[in-house]
């Protein structure tokens, strides 16, 4: 089955730090831009970070930039968000999605209902 699956989610205090996985499953990420976007409850789904295979550009939303890095190892098929310095705030459920041949900003100016992959979701949850 080809598939996104997110991991790594959880628990975590203020200031603490976590990392998101993302991995391609029955299909190679090699090709394909990959983003990180958040929903939280009662609010729309924001974009958080991206980065392309095209060009190597990666893209940070103002919210997380100097908290958060996106990077990617194609040996392992998979995309790691690592965050760090996490505020209440970053509480949501994180998403991955996949587009083919994209730089990092036209990743994520494209409308969500255009990408060619979703993931199921992780869930993150800053709390004191």
């Known amino acids: 089955q080809v598939q996104l699956v997110e991991s790594g989610g959880g628990l975590v205090q203020p200031g603490g730090s976590l990392r998101l996985s993302c991995s391609g499953s029955?299909?190679?990420?090699?090709?394909?831009?990959i983003g990180w976007f958040r929903q939280a409850p009662g609010k729309e789904r924001e974009g958080v970070s991206s980065?392309?295979?095209?060009?190597?550009?990666?893209y940070y939303a103002d919210s997380v930039k100097g908290r958060f890095t996106i990077s990617r190892d194609n040996g392992k098929n998979t995309v790691y968000l690592q965050m760090n310095s996490l505020k209440p705030d970053d509480t949501a459920v994180y998403y991955c999605?996949?587009?083919?041949?994209?730089?990092?900003?036209?990743?994520?100016?494209?409308?969500?209902?255009?990408?060619?992959?979703w993931g199921q979701g992780t869930q993150v949850t800053v709390f004191s």
């Open positions: 980065i392309s295979s095209l060009d190597g550009s990666t």
């Open positions: 999605a996949a587009e083919f041949l994209v730089s990092a900003a036209q990743f994520m100016a494209l409308p969500r209902s255009e990408y060619d992959y």
């Open positions: 029955g299909f190679s990420l090699d090709y394909y831009a």
